[in-house]
């Protein structure tokens, strides 16, 4: 680009991140890096206004604006974050809005991406939202997933328990897990001889209308539960995530421990299946997980595994990201 970027991140607390381990920092240094201004802001300060004064008349409000803080950012523990007086920011006037909070994929980030897609562009009053956040409404990882049947071991999402004990009963060792979580919140393996199957399904019913996933359990994953990251549909690295003693999930978050990963021949069947959907959709950050043969789930709302991919292969996946970014707005500036 010819020009520093202005870039407002729309993610969880800034302060009580790791920044060893949070892809969002890694982000937001590489763009600091480049001469970029970074502003930071919460989902909860996002603000939506329209309408006229006066029918036909020429004044109107700003359509999406946040109060947000100006920040510049360091790799010290404790104090990683500088930040300048609060202000409210029209997000038009970005050139790029990060889409970073984490899920739950809720009626309140459902809510976020509309907003968001009101100021979606490359065009003048528009900013460059990664990802795409109408491709993020309508493409819930658990179940974007299952447009790729070819690539999945068995699964079903579904509120019927009687499905679900049927389902049991052919794959006699399952995975159960909340179609829209995260970072392993409740997923669970259920066995063949598993009592517990009907008491989890009642609760999780008592408490929730949305269905569940169950897919079949794969014991390749522990050898590692694989994470890919794709560049606007290119695979740049992969890291292994190795399920902590006694631990179904392999989360970090929950103690999975990340280890060096190679691209086989079938991850990169996967990427080149995938990819070209998710280049088209402007899903430019994209995290997949691959245990074994099989695609499980891909992660498009706040994907992780930078650092970790960067520590084991020398490599700087955040300034890969950043050049798509580059690309796609100066591909819409002409003379760029």
């Known amino acids: 680009m010819s020009r520093p970027l202005k870039v407002a991140v729309q993610m969880d607390p800034l302060g009580g991140i790791d920044i060893n381990g949070d892809s969002t920092f890694a982000m937001m240094l590489e763009a600091q890096a480049r001469g970029y201004e970074l502003f930071v802001y919460q989902v909860e300060a996002l603000s939506l206004g329209e309408g006229r004064a006066t029918p036909h008349g020429t004044g109107r409000m700003e359509r999406v604006t946040a109060c947000a803080r100006p920040v510049t950012v360091q790799r010290r523990t404790g104090d990683h974050a500088a930040f300048g007086p609060e202000q409210v920011i029209d997000l038009a006037s970005m050139d790029v809005v990060l889409m970073r909070q984490d899920p739950p994929f809720d009626m309140a980030y459902i809510t976020a991406t509309h907003i968001l897609e009101h100021i979606h562009g490359t065009g003048p009053g528009r900013a460059l939202v990664v990802n795409n956040p109408a491709a993020v409404r309508n493409a819930p990882e658990k179940i974007l997933v299952t447009h790729y049947p070819d690539l999945m071991p068995p699964t079903l999402v579904t509120w019927d328990v009687k499905a679900i004990q049927e389902f049991r009963a052919k794959w006699r060792d399952i995975i159960v897990k909340p179609l829209f979580g995260n970072g392993g919140a409740g997923v669970f393996r259920i066995r063949e001889d598993d009592p517990n199957l009907n008491a989890l399904l009642e609760m999780h019913f008592a408490r929730s209308r949305e269905p569940l996933m169950i897919q079949r359990y794969e ?110 707005l100066s591909a819409a500036t002409p003379g760029t």
Do not use: Y
């Not at 070209?276 to 950050?285: N, S, V």
């Not at 020398?314 to 300034?319: D, E, K, L, R, Y």
């Open 219 to 328: 014991p390749a994953v522990r050898r590692g539960d694989k994470r890919i990251i794709l560049v606007d549909g290119v695979p740049v690295g992969a890291i292994d995530r190795i399920p902590a003693d006694g631990e179904t999930r392999s989360n970090m978050h929950v103690g999975g421990r990340p280890v060096r990963a190679e691209l086989t021949a079938r991850d990169r069947e996967i990427c080149d299946t995938i990819g070209p959907m998710l280049r088209d959709e402007g899903l430019i950050f994209v995290g997949i997980d691959v245990i074994g043969e099989w695609l499980t789930e891909i992660n498009v709302t706040s994907p992780t595994g930078l650092q970790e991919i960067d520590r084991f292969n020398g490599i700087n996946t955040a300034g890969l990201i950043w050049d798509a970014i580059e690309a796609r």
